[in-house]
Structure formats: structure tokens, C-alpha cells
């Protein structure tokens, strides 16, 4: 495996082979420590522009994901309940999963006289965009005293290193509350579209998490109920505690990696170690989405270098307003971090720094509708080795927008055997299941490529048309895959051919 990590440095189809290795492994229950280690030490081996490269290739389509959002916590526990919706609806208009901070709504909700399940209904009542649960524990929504629900941040502001809260805060839990609304716990993972899990514990930070057996439990009724699971680990000393909270996810089935830095990255060298996170991570993650809750400006840009698809971060007063995108001296509770975070996210990407698109409502809605025409068949779903679809497929599938959406076709209208697909990512992959013969074409090479020998691994007689789309015309019947109308309609408009459809 070190020799294909290096290989994948420079070769898209070394990445390929890479992701399908341990894609299978994982499917199997075959990925042991031993793995998790090469990996690691294989990454460790290579120089921050190697390490920035390989992260890279790993996002790229359909080894990993080549998306970049912003998850947005929009409570806090100083918040009034106004306030709160209105923080949901602004993030929902800009098309930006919202993350909720459990323990917050619940404070919210006892100065209003409600239950907190009531408060994250009005939250559902009024968004269509995923849903995150996080600070969730065995009896539900966690509660905390007012010294940790009103931090000042001082771990992030004085900057690393640190073991632990700096004030010795944190991790205190007033349980007896928790257990008021234990009867909550099933009804918020069933509205919810993701939950978080934190594995710090395993990584020696019982301070900073609850147990990792609570955390099972909370992974193992996330799984009974379809959702997506994420999994929040810290880099550490970057060796030894990367192992132990990749492994501890890994052994938690989570979908999504979510890695934390700043004051909780204690690496000498603090941003190679932060980009080898990452890359290591593009490496083993299952659902093919990595994510940072806490980075400093400089490790949120190398890290959107090595493969980063999410940054989270918040609105004032909501402590990942300021775990993101800020410094040592500037990072503090008030800052208003959604726009620092989307500012650093344009200019890497406007740099040619990042080979990734930046979420928007409208690819949010082509994947929902994308979701609607499979019939919600996709990852875990399996073609010739690979997920159809990830992590982001999964989230959105459990939103109010996917289940709002009307479709003109599903999959089960596609009949004829000989099909031209115009468009060559996911959707192609399940009409090629159900046809004889499949010719595909994609402007970018690269998904063309990759999606013919994915399908052919698959058994599935699939042949390329070198990004001619008129190629794909010579078929029976003729498809246009895109769910983005603007797209779509465009490749309608220049082919201006009885044959081809839309799949909208």
C-alpha cells in the first residue's frame, strides 16, 4: 500500500486503485490498525507539496468528493429563540447545511417553556436543508453549566498547545437535566439527517468527550435509522493519537471524518501534520467526505490543499464562530465566522488552490433530485467497487428538500438496451446497470475514464465517446444526466436532437 499512496501523488489512476483497496477492506470488516498505521506513516514519509497533491487526488470524482461547503451552527445558549430560527433560515437560504448544537437549543428551549424536540421542530418547519446533531449523548440533547455553555474560547484565543481546557471546564455534563427529555432521544435522530459522535476520549481526552461506549450507542441508533453518522477526532500529537481516533471511528462505522486542529494540534510541525490528517483521512474515510470543526486560518488553507470538503463554523455566539478560520489572539466567542470561513474558501479556490466546487442551493437541489430519480439507491449502494454517491448523497437524502421534491422519471423508466449517457457521474452509473450496452460522455476526461472502468469492473458494457456527446446519440435512446437545469439545458440546446432527453 506505501508504494500506490506514492504512485496516487501523481496518478489519478493510482488514486483509484488506492480508494478501491480500501473501500473493500472496509466492506469486508478487513481494515485492521497495522492498515491504519501504514497509511499514516506512509503519508508522514511524504513533503507538505506531495502530501497537498495526494490529498487532492483523493477529492477528486469518485475517490472521494470534489464539493467544498460550509456546515453552519447557527444557536447558542445567549441566543433568544428568534434569534435562533432566524440564524436557520438566513444559512438555509444560502443553501448551507445547518449544525445544531444540542445542549443549546435545549437551554433555548427552557427559557421558553418548551421541550427541546419542539424547538428542533420549528427548526424542520422552517429549512430544507440538512440537518446536523451534534453534543448528542444517550439521553439526548446534552446539558452543560453556564461556564462551559458561555466560554470565552480560551483554548483557541491563547493558541497551542494545550491537553486540556485551560480552566479545567470542560467535560462537565449536568446529567439530571439530560435525563428530563431521555424520552426525546429516538425522536432526534429520526428528524435528524446526520449525527455527530466524538471519539476523544479514545484519544485520551475524557475532558473534552463522553465515553465512547455512550457514543455507540448513539452511532448504533444513527445506523438503525438510515442516518448519516460523523465521527470527531483530534490530531494530537499527529501519530500515535491520529491512529487511535481514526481507528476508534472506523470501529464506530462513521461515514464522515471530522478532524480537529488549533489548540488540539499538537504536532511539531502543525500545519504538515494538519495536511497529512487530512490526506490520511481522504485515504480511509468511508463515505468519502472529510471535515474540520476546528482550524486556524493557516491549517484551513493548507487543508483545503490536501483534500478538505467542509468547514464548519457559526454565527456570534456559537463556538464554532470562532474554532475556524481564525488565529491565536483573534479567535474568540463573538466572532463571526460564516463569512471568514466563506472569504478563505473563494480565495483558495479563485488561487487554483483547490480542485473542488463550492456548494450551492443549486447542487444541493441536483443531488436531492438526483437522490429522487435512484429511488434513494445510492451509498452504501455499491458499482464495480466504488459508492454511488457519499456521504453528502446520504445527508441530503434524509432532508426536508429530498423529501419535498417531485421528479419527472425514476430509474425504473429507463428501459432501453442500448443507452447514450450524456454526463458520466453517478446517475450514469445506475442507468448503466439496468441497460444492455452504455456509451458515455463527459467533457472532463478524467469521469469519463474513470466511470467506463468502474463500470466495466462492474460487468457492465460500457464504452467511452472521448467527450463527443453526439457519439452518444448513435445509441437507441439518449440521456442527459445532469440535474443542474441550467446544464442540462444547455447540452439540450447545442445537441438539438428528437432522441436525447432529460432526466429533470
Known sequence: MRDLIKEAVNSLDSALELRKLIIKKLNEGKLKESDIIEVVDAVDDLPLEEIQKLGSNLRTFPMGCDLVEIAVGPCSSSLTLTQFIENCILTDYMGFPIHICSYAVADIAEREGLKPIEVLKMVLNE????????????????????????????????????????????????????????????????????????????????????????MKIVAETAKKYGKGLEGIFHIGDGHDDLISGIKACIDLDVDVFVVEGAPFNRAKDRLKAFAKSIAVSRILVNGGVVATNGAYEDECRVGLRSGLNTILTGFPLNHHGYMCGYSPKTAKRGNFGLRRVMRIIKEEIRAGNVNASFVDKDIIKAIALGNKFLKGNIYPHNVGGFYL????????????????????????????????????????????????????????????????????????????????????????????????????????????????????
Open 127 to 214: 429549512v430544507d436543508v440538512p440537518i446536523d446533531i451534534d453534543h448528542f449523548g444517550m439521553y439526548g440533547a446534552m446539558r452543560f453549566p453556564k461556564e462551559i455553555t458561555h466560554c470565552y474560547g480560551d483554548c483557541y484565543f491563547k493558541g497551542p498547545p494545550f491537553k486540556g481546557c485551560p480552566r479545567d471546564r470542560i467535560h462537565k455534563r449536568l446529567i439530571e437535566k439530560e435525563k428530563e427529555h431521555e424520552d426525546e432521544f429516538e425522536d432526534w435522530i429520526k428528524l435528524a439527517s446526520t449525527v455527530c459522535v466524538n471519539v476523544v476520549e479514545e484519544q485520551g481526552g475524557e475532558e473534552h468527550a463522553a465515553p465512547l461506549e455512550e
Open 389 to 504: 454517491g457519499d456521504a453528502h448523497w446520504a445527508a441530503i437524502k434524509e432532508s426536508n428538500l429530498c423529501r419535498k421534491l417531485k421528479v419527472n422519471k425514476t430509474i425504473d423508466d429507463i428501459s432501453a438496451e442500448k443507452v447514450g449517457l450524456i454526463g458520466g457521474r453517478y446517475i450514469s452509473w445506475a442507468i448503466a446497470e439496468k441497460a444492455e450496452e452504455v456509451y458515455i460522455s463527459d467533457a472532463d476526461s478524467w469521469v469519463e475514464k474513470a466511470t467506463i472502468k468502474i463500470l466495466n469492473d462492474a460487468d457492465i458494457n460500457a464504452y467511452p465517446c472521448n467527450g463527443d456527446d453526439r457519439k452518444a446519440l448513435e445509441a437507441d435512446k439518449a440521456y442527459i444526466t445532469t440535474f443542474i437545469p441550467n446544464i442540462a439545458l444547455k447540452i439540450l440546446n447545442k445537441l438539438r436532437d428528437g432522441k436525447v432527453e432529460l432526466l429533470i
